[in-house]
């Protein structure tokens, strides 16, 4: 059963970081890619964040770039988002998943797995 768990969210001023974690289970982590979703009010959930299995490549949702990082640790399933200078529209519930499909470069059109967690909430205050 594929289940992912999110964690490390929460309220931070405009310009604070926060770094998010994500333990997958239930398949074989260390050869998927995987992704970081946001979904904010009254908004469809978007990927901001790509890397592939081995983490030798990421791909980030303009908005993000520059300014949050994704990392994995496959000998934990983990894998990261770090934020920094965060924002007001990077208000969200932040969810991660996996891609399904072998890819030799990161892409934020990832497949992902059916499962989804419960995501972590991300407030930044202005």
């Known amino acids: 059963q594929v289940q992912f768990v999110e964690s490390g969210g929460g309220l931070v001023q405009a310009g604070g970081s926060l770094k998010l974690s994500c333990i997958a289970s239930?398949?074989?982590?260390?050869?998927?890619?995987m992704l970081w979703y946001r979904r904010s009010p009254g908004k469809d959930r978007e990927s901001v964040a790509s890397?592939?299995?081995?983490?030798?490549?990421?791909v980030y949702e303009d908005s993000v770039k520059g300014r949050f990082t994704i990392s994995r640790d496959n000998a934990k399933n983990t894998v990261y988002l770090q934020m920094t200078d965060l924002q007001p529209a990077d208000t969200a519930v932040y969810y991660c998943?996996?891609?399904?499909?072998?890819?030799?470069?990161?892409?934020?059109?990832?497949?992902?797995?059916?499962?989804w967690g419960q995501g972590t909430q991300v407030t930044v205050s202005s």
């Open positions: 998943n996996g891609d399904r499909a072998w890819r030799s470069a990161a892409t934020l059109a990832g497949i992902t797995f059916s499962s």
């Open positions: 239930g398949f074989e982590f260390q050869v998927h890619g």
């Open positions: 890397i592939t299995s081995n983490g030798d490549s990421t």
